[in-house]
Every structure is written in structure tokens, then in C-alpha cells.
């Protein structure tokens, strides 16, 4: 049976204690990601962008409605999604060969030596790791550390990746460069992709179409569609669409950034 | 200059062989200075003693401390004191650490066991061994046993605050990306608790070693007849000045080697781990 939609995110609702006060961060989201699109998910700064991913990742629950992977509810992490921090999270203590191949090296896996050996070496090349793999993440800049980490995340064969904000730490040309590199990856690989970010024009570069969220707490404002016709290159940037979609989406969130809702 | 190519592949990073070069430079520089410093200390110790401004006259001179550990090596198997205390040291906090790693393990996984365990660590771990060695003596009585109870004891509260507080200092993103994996609980703890956990470990047994080392006198002081606590209180006991000095200088000594060892072991166990360079 294969699911339409990959992710969805059904009526979700999630708030936090703070001191005496609840805080509602999510207030009924709803959205889905179909089978093979990427997907980004903007919004205003502490709207509760991560707290979407924690859910769908498996590493907090929701306290209302539910949260579909693939027809089944999450219920905690797995390996058949892949997750890529913002902080990269690759592990210091291991080379980056190794960080490559830990979740094939990990019991959930069950893989021979051989098509380990295969898949790792495979990423090391189509991340331009070639040189390094023998390295310790401490002897790598933040855009390798980040591509060791997207290498580990695929390696897997997840059916679902999420990132969250994974670029944010880095330069801005760094930055551009990882995009084009993701976006190569994923016309080859074809991966559902829920990536969260707060650069619109990030957003609109690598998606099939973009989740716009409210203010807290927070709601669908409008899903947004990318038509630019894949693969995209640099100066897809310029084009007068880019711009078109870009000065819509960044007057949505202006507004939401200004506009406080009350609880109903 | 790297700024000159443009492919992604190309973004700097420092390289590993140059950085250890640096390193190995810096270390042998390190030892000079430590040298130096221990000229100063010694130059000024000869000063003291042929002034004779402080101890009354009975700072006996560096040489004729020299002379002193020459004769007892030479003739009241001095050799053998070293020996005895050093095996003493080693177990004490072989034993020691080996029950405080998983017992840091726990405290730092569990918040509850830590709730209820961490009050007690820190009651025990501030009590001077010297206070117990009338109970140890009482329960164990005055042999090898009661001694090195003394040191475990020392070593393993040393040691375990070191391991629980670098243990719970796990950055939760690691387990949380391991999760994400697919990493059952044991597979945390195994791939990534436990490999983070190295440098405490290391950490936890250069304290151990340094407490062990100051409760060594202590240790020995119930009723041991050798090692070099023992050469110190008979030393005393005659008032054989210069020995008491070959006594503390040995003592020193081991401890500075012991640690500069581990160190060396640690440089080379984790050398993934990112230091600061000052």
C-alpha cells in the first residue's frame, strides 16, 4: 500500500508548561507532505517551527491530534527517518567515515559488510568528502560538518528526512553552496523532505512548495506553491518568479511577525 | 591561500599533521619550563637553608638531601618503599575508579538514583580519610587490607563526582541523533555514552591519582612499617630531617610522573577531542 501523503500532520496541538501559564506553541496544525516532494516549513521566529520536526521525528508528543508517518502514528524515533540538526550533532569520537556508516553499523540496519562499505563510500564521493574520511569532525569547517552529517542521514535509506534549519550556522556562500548540493541530491534521490528553515529564498530554492506558519500560537497561514520547474540552478535566484514568490512570501511572514493572535 | 579555488570541495580546514607537530613542539616546551620552574624552587630552597632565614636553622641544604636518598637508596632499600607505595597507589585507585564508573554511569542516567545517592556522595566525599582510620583499624584492623581500604575509599569519591558530572554533560543532541538512527538504549549507552565518556574517565583517574597520593601518608600511618608514608613518620620519629625530605620529594615525584604518563595515554586515546591552545 503506498500513502499519497508521507507526512501528516493532522490537527496538532502542543503546549508547554511555563511556571503557572500554559504556553500553546502548535494550535491545530495541518499539513502533509506528499510522497517524494520537498517540502519547506517557514515562519516567524518561536513559532514552533522545530517543534513540528520533535514531533514528526519521534522525539516529543503531541498533545492533541496526531502525527502520521506513512499511515502510522509516531510514537517514538526510528531509523526510517533520517533527522539533520542544525548543530550538526555528527559524533566527535568518530572519524567521518565512521560517522557515515553508524546507523548501517547499528543492529535496526542489518546490513553485510559489503553494501555497507558500499553506501559509505558512495556518500563520502557524492558529498566531496573524498580526502577527509579519515578525519575527526574537529579538523572539518561547519559545511563539512554539515555534509557528514546529511551523509549519515541518507546512508540509511530513510523514506522520510527531516532537517532542521540545517544551514543557518553557516556563511552565507558556504550556505548557497549546500543548497545547490542538496538540491542535486535530492533530484537524484527523490526523498520526502520536511525542511524546516527561516530563509525564504533557502525555502523556495530547493521546495516543490512552502509552508508559511502563523505567529504563536500556531496555525497553517497558506502552503505556497514553487513552480519553478526543476533542476534549478544559481541564478534561478534572479528570475523574475524567484522574486515574484519571494516578495509574497517574505510580505506573509512581515505580517505574521507583526501580528499577534489571541487564544480563542 | 585556499580562497582562490571555488568548488565546494574546497573549504579550509586546519591539517592534522601540522597541528600534532605544533603540539609535540609545544609539549617538550612544556617540559622545559616545568624544569625551569623546578631550578627556581630549588635555588631558592639553597638559599633558604644557607641563610637559615626561616626553620630555625633546620632546613637541611638540597645536596644533603641528595646525599640522604642516595644513602637510602643505597642502603635501607628505599627501592623498596618507592615499590610498596606505588603498588598501594595503583590499587587503590584501580579498585577505586573500577567502582566508580559504573556507579558514575548510574548517577549520571538516572535522575532519581542521582536524587537520592548525590546528598551522600558529596557527605562521604568530605570527610578526610585520615578521620576513618579509627574505624578502618576497628574493622579492619592494622594490615595491607586496612591501608588500601584507606586509598579506594579516597579514590572512588574523587573519582566518581568527576565521572557523573562529565557524564551527564552529554550534549542530549548526540542521543538524540543516534535515536534518530535507529540506536536501541544499549546502543546509546554503548556507541555514545560510553566513547563520549573517555576523556571523564581519564579526568576522573588523574584526580583519583592525585587524591590517592595525599592520602597515601594517611594510609600508611596505620601501622605500616614500609613505604614512603612510613620512611616520613620514621624519619620523624628520629628526627632525621633530610630523610623527611627525600620522603615528600619521592612522593611528589611519583605523583608528577603518574600523571604526566596519563596524560601522554589520554593524548592518545582521544584524539578526536578538540582542545583549547592557550
Not at chain 1, 521546495?207 to 504563536?216: I, K
Not at chain 2, 635555588?43 to 633546620?58: H, K, Y
Not at chain 2, 548526540?174 to 540506536?183: E, K, P, S, T
Request: with cysteine; net charge positive.
Amino acid at each position: 500500500m503506498t500513502h499519497e501523503n508521507v507526512i501528516v500532520f493532522d490537527d496538532v496541538v502542543r503546549q508547554f508548561k511555563r511556571g503557572r501559564d500554559t504556553l500553546r506553541v502548535l494550535d491545530g496544525c495541518r499539513f502533509s507532505i506528499p510522497r517524494g516532494e520537498f517540502v519547506s516549513v517557514i515562519g516567524p521566529s518561536g513559532c514552533g517551527k522545530s517543534t513540528l520536526l520533535n514531533l514528526a521525528a519521534g522525539f516529543d508528543q503531541a498533545d492533541r491530534g496526531r502525527v502520521l508517518i506513512e499511515g502510522e502514528t509516531v510514537r517514538g524515533p526510528d531509523a526510517r527517518r533520517g533527522v539533520v540538526f542544525q548543530q550538526y550533532a555528527i559524533f566527535p569520537w568518530l572519524t567521518v567515515r565512521q560517522n557515515i556508516a553508524f546507523g548501517l553499523t547499528l543492529r535496526a540496519s542489518r546490513r553485510s559488510k559489503e553494501s555497507r562499505e558500499k553506501v559509505t563510500e558512495q556518500y563520502i564521493d557524492l558529498m566531496g568528502l573524498r580526502g577527509f574520511e579519515d578525519s575527526y569532525p574537529k579538523e572539518l569547517s561547519g559545511g563539512m560538518r554539515q555534509r557528514v552529517a546529511i551523509a549519515r542521514a541518507y546512508a540509511t535509506d530513510p523514506h522520510v528526512l527531516l532537517m532542521d534549519e540545517p544551514f543557518a550556522a553557516l556563511d552565507a556562500q558556504t550556505r548557497e553552496q549546500m543548497q545547490e548540493l542538496l538540491h542535486e541530491i535530492q533530484l537524484r534521490e527523490r526523498r520526502s523532505v520536511m525542511f524546516i528553515t527561516h530563509s525564504v529564498e533557502e525555502a523556495i530554492f530547493l521546495s516543490h512548495r512552502v509552508v508559511v506558519l502563523t505567529n504563536r500560537p500556531t496555525r497553517v497561514r497558506e502552503i505556497v506553491e514553487i513552480p519553478i520547474p526543476m533542476p534549478r540552478q544559481a541564478d534561478t535566484r534572479l528570475t523574475s518568479e524567484f522574486v515574484e514568490l519571494r516578495r509574497h512570501l517574505e510580505h506573509l511572514l512581515r505580517e505574521e511577525a507583526t501580528n499577534t493572535r489571541r487564544v480563542a | 591561500m585556499t580562497s582562490a579555488t571555488s568548488s565546494t570541495s574546497t573549504e579550509t580546514a586546519p591539517k592534522g599533521g601540522r597541528l600534532n607537530g605544533g603540539a609535540t613542539r609545544a609539549a617538550v616546551g612544556k617540559v622545559g619550563y616545568g624544569l625551569f620552574g623546578a631550578l627556581l624552587v630549588v635555588v631558592l630552597w639553597f638559599l633558604i637553608a644557607v641563610t637559615g632565614v626561616v626553620g630555625n636553622g633546620l632546613v637541611p641544604r638540597p645536596d644533603e638531601v641528595a646525599v640522604a636518598m642516595w644513602q637510602r637508596f643505597a642502603h635501607s632499600g628505599l627501592l623498596f618503599d618507592l615499590r610498596v607505595s606505588v603498588t598501594r597507589v595503583l590499587i587503590g585507585v584501580a579498585v577505586g575508579c573500577l567502582i566508580a564508573l559504573p556507579v558514575g554511569f548510574l548517577l549520571a542516567w538516572y535522575p532519581r538514583i542521582r536524587a537520592v545517592f548525590e546528598p551522600l556522595v558529596n557527605f562521604f566525599r568530605a570527610l578526610p580519610p585520615i578521620a576513618l582510620i579509627p574505624l578502618v583499624i576497628v574493622y579492619f584492623g592494622i594490615g595491607e587490607l586496612a591501608r588500601i581500604s584507606i586509598l579506594v575509599y579516597a579514590s572512588f569519591f574523587a573519582a566518581v563526582v568527576v565521572l557523573y558530572e562529565g557524564i551527564s554533560s552529554l550534549d542530549p543532541i548526540y542521543v538524540r541523533a543516534a535515536r534518530a538512527l535507529g540506536a536501541t538504549s544499549w546502543e546509546v549507552f554503548s556507541r555514545c555514552v560510553a566513547p563520549a565518556s573517555v576523556p571523564h574517565l581519564f579526568t576522573a583517574l588523574r584526580v583519583a591519582l592525585g587524591v590517592s597520593w595525599a592520602t597515601l601518608v594517611a594510609a600508611e600511618l596505620i601501622a605500616a612499617s614500609r613505604g614512603l608514608g612510613a620512611v616520613i613518620q620514621t624519619a620523624g620519629n628520629f628526627f632525621q630531617i633530610p630523610d623527611i625530605y627525600v620522603g615528600i620529594i619521592l612522593i611528589g615525584c611519583c605523583a608528577l610522573v603518574m600523571d604526566y604518563l596519563l596524560k601522554v595515554i589520554q593524548a592518545r586515546a582521544t584524539k578526536w577531542q578538540e582542545r583549547t591552545q592557550r
